[in-house]
């Protein structure tokens, strides 16, 4: 790895096919409980320190996935219900400096558990 920031490294696109979506679909269903796995038992000194240098604590990783997941699950029903639907980013640095972001990391976890059981009922819904 080169680039801390990005651990697995950039994004490779994938040509388009139902297997594809399929595998989608599962990893979106299975992440919050790999999430939840990944960080089972840490204590919070743990769940405070950073994983990189300069980087987002644990905690703050977990806080800023379900944000980013909330963001994305609704930009994705904006897409399939709005003609033009608006498109709107924020700023993920200040959201990690919230005190949300200092919760315990099952907040954020039960919060996924629900918002991907969502997400995949509506993808499963999709026309393939």
């Not at 697995?8 to 599962?26: D, L, N």
């Not at 800023?64 to 709005?82: G, M, P, W, Y």
């Not at 980013?89 to 954020?108: I, N």
């Amino acid at each position: 790895m080169t680039d801390l920031r990005y651990p697995i490294g950039s994004f490779t696109p994938v040509a388009q096919s139902p297997e594809v979506q399929q595998r989608a679909i599962a990893d979106i269903a299975a992440l919050p409980d790999r999430l939840a796995d990944a960080v089972k038992g840490l204590r919070d000194g743990q769940l405070d320190t950073p994983y990189r240098p300069e980087g987002w604590t644990v905690r703050q990783v977990v806080h800023h996935v379900a944000d980013s997941h909330i963001n994305a699950f609704v930009r994705f029903k904006l897409a399939v219900t709005e003609e033009r639907p608006t498109v709107t980013g924020y700023d993920e640095k200040k959201s990690a400096e919230l005190p949300d972001s200092r919760l315990p990391v099952d907040v954020s976890l039960q919060l996924l558990r629900a918002l991907h059981a969502r997400w995949v009922a509506l993808y499963h819904d999709m026309p393939h």
